[in-house]
């Protein structure tokens, strides 16, 4: 976008509920809230200084990148967008806001300048433009000395798929089968307590790896043990109780939920399907399950149609914990949901987490909400782990060259902010056809000529767990990236 920008003059209008990404390609931005303009300034200007209440509660519900899990509390904000029927009289963000006084109650602002080129619709924008207002609380992130106990272990799993002939040759028997290799022989750890982020561009395989540690996928090789027990079968011949123990909160809920079922209902065929509680209390125990994600028993009989996204998300997840599972695994949970929803189920998951050492693993390309949500991460690329270990250490160099240029294009909210451009080129090779080598080796800006096109690459132990699968020593590494 920005080149064309550049190379033709072409204006741009930008929408957009990431505001990273905005930060990066917007000279000026608008901050829309219920059809109207509430904020309206230059992109240097509206982040350096958010005056408007939504503005500055957008800022607040941002999970930072650089900050490690533990260490930061994003601060959802309250309430909903209030339907197009249903407008306030007066300042449309008054419910919401914590800087409500009488009058917004009675009287509309309009959208003025109170600074050059910089408009605000508040009737109280003045009395605090242009202080700076927190961007999120943090805290200081426990240390936990004990190790975990391992809760699922997965050893060279691999999934493939079988490509069609689609010549006479290979209806006859003539070809050898193709397959498309999904997941290639991936490792991995998953602790009581403790969550593994998986991140990767899209089509590396990190959904297809979940499906299959949960059996909605067969394994075309290696292992999967889940609490000292043999899962690699499909979810079909697994026990009830292991079913139970292992569930999932899917990207789209709305594939998830029958939308003719209250969802009250469809929270309680879990309970009744794992006898979790007495018939009688299954009522209840929906009610109990509907607070602890925030929504009240107004909820039970409401349809999915009635429910915002966010909303439908924390059914998804109120089901996922109805069975008191060891494990959830969530599969983009957040990647359809603005910032403030994203934040509430964000901090809805840790919360759960840390109230029943739930392992959990979150699939995701957002490496600021992986940083926020996780202990350790999974670099995937092309089917293939190749970096994983703590999180703080994958956050901080040396890194495999895919992370390093992963973490050089997370969109950071700061348009003042330069960054070590690390820029891929050509698209991501056939998973039916992986390149020789290194897989990465046709995208790497470091590859060694000879070596990494011709030999697969080795392990390399960067110690505390982080392992790196590279040609390059850690001093090149380091140096690199």
């Known amino acids: 976008i ?3 920008k550049e190379k033709y003059r072409t204006a741009t209008l930008y929408i957009s509920h990431n505001l990273g990404v905005v930060a990066r390609v917007s000279d000026r931005v608008a901050v829309m809230y219920a059809g109207e303009v509430v904020e309206h300034a230059s992109t240097a200007d509206i982040y350096a200084r958010p005056t408007h209440p939504y503005t ?37 963000f008054a419910p919401r806001c914590e800087h409500r006084t009488e009058r917004c109650d009675a009287e509309h602002p309009q959208l003025l300048e109170i600074a050059p080129g910089h408009l605000v619709r508040c009737l109280l924008a003045e009395q605090w433009y242009p202080a700076v207002p927190p961007a999120g609380r943090t805290t200081s992130a426990a240390v936990k000395d004990e190790t975990p106990a391992k809760v699922l272990e997965a050893q060279d799993v ?21 397959y498309v290799k999904a997941v290639d022989g991936v490792s991995l750890t998953v602790r009581s307590g403790r969550t593994l982020g998986i991140v990767g561009e899209s089509g590396c395989g990190k959904s297809t790896l979940a499906r299959a540690i949960v059996g909605l996928e067969p394994l075309a090789a290696g292992s999967v043990e889940f609490m000292g027990i043999d899962v690699s079968k499909p979810i079909q011949k697994r026990s009830l109780d292991t079913i139970r123990q292992m569930q999932m909160v899917f990207q789209d809920p709305n594939g998830t939920l029958n939308p003719s079922h209250p969802i009250g209902e469809q929270i309680a065929v879990s309970l009744r399907r794992f006898k979790i509680v007495p018939h009688g209390e299954v009522y209840g ?24 996204g966010g909303e439908k ?15 959830v695994v ?39 909400a992986v940083r926020f949500f996780s202990d350790d991460v999974a670099v995937m690329y092309l089917g293939r782990v190749v970096e994983v270990g703590p999180c703080d250490a994958i956050y901080a160099p040396p890194n495999h060259p895919y992370t390093a240029a992963l973490l050089a294009a997370v969109p950071r909210p700061d348009p003042t902010l330069t960054l070590k451009p690390i ?7 056939s998973a039916v056809n992986p390149p020789a080598g290194c897989h990465f080796h046709t995208r790497c800006p470091f590859i060694i000529a000879g070596v990494c096109d011709l030999v697969a690459p080795p392990v390399q132990d960067m110690g505390r767990g982080h392992r790196i699968v590279c040609h390059l020593s850690p001093e090149q590494l380091h140096h690199l990236t």
């Not at 800022?59 to 209030?82: N, Q, S, W």
């Not at 125990?285 to 915002?308: F, G, W």
């Not at 910032?339 to 029943?356: M, W």
């Not at 820029?423 to 090779?429: D, F, I, K, Q, T």
């Open 423 to 429: 820029r891929l080129s050509g698209a991501v090779p």
């Open 56 to 92: 500055q509660g957008l800022m607040r519900c941002l999970p930072d990148v650089d900050a490690p899990k533990g260490t930061r509390v994003l601060m959802p904000i309250p309430g909903r967008v209030p339907s197009p029927d249903q407008i306030p009289p007066g300042c449309i």
């Open 313 to 327: 998300q924390r059914v998804g997840i109120a089901r996922a914990i109805a069975t008191n599972p060891a494990m």
């Open 158 to 178: 691999r999934t493939y798929y079988p490509v069609p002939f689609k010549t006479v040759g290979g209806f006859l028997g003539l070809e050898k089968r193709r």
């Open 330 to 368: 969530c599969d983009e949970p957040v990647s359809a949901l603005d910032v403030s929803v994203q934040a509430a189920v964000l901090t809805l998951l840790v919360e759960i987490q840390q109230q029943h050492e739930t392992a959990m693993i979150l699939i995701s390309h957002d490496l600021s």
């Open 285 to 308: 125990e929906v009610v109990r399950l509907l607070r602890s994600v925030k929504l009240s028993e107004d909820y039970y009989n409401r349809l999915p149609r009635q429910l915002s």
């Open 2 to 4: 920005a080149e064309l």
